[in-house]
């Protein structure tokens, strides 16, 4: 518990073990030490839940600001169909789904298509659909 105590900003630990010969872990179970089974994090009006096998970039604050520029880049007028491809929990194609009339995101990893679908309902996002 020496993290817990010295950093108390840490809300969840967990751990995999690995005897394989190589580093991949999405066929592996994880162990939760102390904590929550996720993490939520928040950008402008949406939250996200995400497990420990889910991608979501590890620095809410910038990807924030590169999400903004990807809306205002894709200058989206509310009629496209928006593919988000290596969608991970879904951030991208929720932060852009208010103004597109669909996104599909398509991910491997299907943790993060579970996440995905939760992080929709939970925002109330309705035109998403999540795809391995």
Same mark, same amino acid.
């Given at each position: ?8 900003? !840490? ?12 580093? &991949? ?35 809410? &604050? ?6 903004? !520029? @990807?809306? /205002?880049?894709?200058? #989206?007028?509310?009629?496209? #169909? @928006?593919?988000?491809?290596? &969608? ?14 669909? !996104? ?7 943790? /993060?298509?579970?996440?995905?679908? #939760?992080?929709?309902? #939970?925002?109330?996002?309705?035109? !998403?659909?999540?795809?391995?």
């Amino acid at each position: 518990m020496e993290i817990k105590n010295n950093f108390p900003e !840490v809300v969840s630990l967990h751990y995999i073990v690995n005897t394989k010969v190589n580093d &991949t872990i999405y066929d592996l179970e994880v162990i939760t030490h102390y904590g929550s089974a996720f993490i939520t994090e928040e950008m402008e009006n949406l939250k996200f839940q995400i497990s420990p096998k889910s991608f979501f970039q590890t620095n809410p &604050t910038q990807a924030l600001e590169l999400y903004k !520029v @990807v809306r /205002s880049f894709s200058a #989206l007028s509310g009629n496209e #169909l @928006v593919y988000d491809l290596y &969608t991970g929990t879904g951030s991208i194609a929720l932060f852009v789904a208010s103004n597109a009339k669909q !996104v599909i995101g398509i991910e491997q990893v299907e943790d /993060s298509i579970r996440d995905a679908r #939760l992080n929709a309902q #939970l925002n109330g996002i309705t035109n !998403v659909k999540f795809f391995t």
